[in-house]
């Protein structure tokens, strides 16, 4: 069993900055990679943001906003949020190797 748990998120006004956490194991990581998925209310949970040792990929709603990255050791990563939208509200999870965190609340208000 893996846990994955994230942390961070918060509240913020649009425009505004928020960076989460998902610490794990760090051989997960950095041998299957991880992601970063959203879900709003009454929507679907969608892709947002991924890393394998190739590199990141982003969702196009979070290109050039969004930046994930992790620790030296791949132990915890990071998903930076700079110029928040209301849209971008949703509960932020981590996933990796078929596992996922148990979620993380951002807000953005307007």
């Known amino acids: 069993q893996v846990q994955l748990t994230e942390s961070g998120g918060g509240e913020v006004q649009a425009g505004g900055s928020l960076r989460v956490s998902c610490a794990g194991p760090?051989?997960?990581?950095?041998?299957?990679?991880m992601g970063w998925w959203r879900q709003a209310p009454g929507k679907e949970r969608e892709f947002v943001a991924s890393i394998n040792l190739g590199g990141p990929y982003y969702a196009d709603a979070v290109k050039g906003r969004f930046t994930i990255s992790g620790d030296d050791a791949w132990n915890i990563m990071f998903l930076q949020m700079i110029n928040l939208k209301p849209e971008d509200t949703a509960v932020y999870y981590c996933?990796?190797?078929?596992?996922w965190g148990q979620g993380i609340q951002v807000t953005v208000s307007s």
């Open positions: 996933y990796s190797n078929d596992y």
């Open positions: 760090g051989n997960t990581f950095r041998t299957y990679g």
